[in-house]
């Protein structure tokens, strides 16, 4: 299972990015996914998720803002991010999980830098 992670920028406040996850050894349609974040000082914290079935989870810090989705012929997740605000810089990390998309994780990507600048 590899993930490789890709999209991170600097961007200013208010702008937008959009980060991929794409997959290999797994089919992403068959797991649920997710989009973890940390900044520094700061505990490791799930931005986004994306079950197998299809269904979604957003961070209260994210809501409206995130949105997950994955393309399953390019076995490749994304996380299109709008509004940022600095707040939102972090590192991001693409995670598979063992089961259900708010359980414990079983691969991580190497992450990919955001930055917001105000």
């Known amino acids: 299972v590899q993930l490789v992670e890709s999209g991170g920028d600097l961007v200013q406040a208010g702008g937008s990015l959009r980060l991929s996850c794409a997959a290999s050894?797994?089919?992403?349609?068959?797991?649920?996914m997710g989009w973890y974040r940390q900044a520094p000082g700061k505990e490791r914290e799930l931005a986004a998720a994306i079950s197998s079935g299809g269904s979604t989870y957003s961070a209260d810090s994210v809501k409206g803002r995130f949105t997950i989705w994955r393309d399953n012929d390019k076995n490749t997740v994304y996380l299109q991010m709008k509004s940022l605000k600095p707040e939102d810089t972090a590192m991001y990390y693409c995670?598979?999980?063992?089961?259900?998309?708010?359980?414990?994780?079983?691969?991580w990507g190497q992450g990919t830098q955001v930055t917001v600048s105000s």
């Open positions: 050894g797994f089919a992403v349609s068959s797991k649920a």
């Open positions: 995670a598979v999980f063992k089961g259900s998309y708010l359980g414990e994780t079983d691969y």
